[in-house]
């Protein structure tokens, strides 16, 4: 349901949630998953973005390196760091996946905050995919890596004899609530602070009063917006990375 803010006299009306819509770029008709629609144009832009800037920027790989291959390189080093200090070195080999899930969600999470744009990592059935794919990837890897023992991570021999089965229970619950926590958290915020963005926004219609206001709140969000697309960027890496953790070093 869109909020929405009407004038006394009904001038007034604005729909903050209308920015997350998803439609067909071609033709009329009902959308199934083979249709083109926004979302997948700009989950498309953003991977041409990634290219850009890791593959075409980075091509001549010079010693004094350019304004792209530093923003490359220091993109790279610095999910390398977080993927070994957390996993520690079995965990490198992973590194490729995880710098992909990083990337892409930071390269999408920027270009959301252009006008027009559109925010695909704002919906639940893009960052659930990315969620779910990291919450199968981890356990396949915990059962391989440790067959039957990946099952130590829910048996915490540390308390009580007593505690450890409701323990256990508890720990069950949490692993498999973690794709839905770790999708809603990405896709909740992102919306959260367009939608409030939207608001400020619409407000910035009204008067000469309100409008300056407005506008100051606008500047004031999207600075706060920039920083949250950065940070839900490196939440979701770091917690994939503790995911990971767990199932390489599953005992507790």
Known sequence: MADEAHSAEGGLSFHPLDQFEVHRLFGEGPIHWYTITNVTMWMAIAVVCIVLLLVIGTRKRAVVPSRTQSVAET??????????????????????????????????NFLGLLPMSFTTTSHIAVTAILAFAVFFTVTIIGFVKNGAAFLGLFWVSSAPLALRPILAIIEVISYFVR????????????????????????????????????ILGVVAIYALEVLVSAIQAYVFTILTCVYLKDALHPSH
């Open 75 to 108: 993109l790279y080093g610095f999910v390398y760091t977080m993927v070994e200090d957390v996993t520690g070195k079995d965990g490198i080999k992973y590194f490729p996946y995880i710098f992909t899930l990083f990337i892409f969600i930071l390269i999408s």
């Open 179 to 214: 794709p839905v926590s770790h999708s809603i958290r990405l896709a909740g915020n992102l919306m959260a602070g367009h939608a409030v963005l939207k608001v400020f926004a619409g407000f910035a219609q009204v008067g000469f009063i309100i409008a300056p206001v407005a």
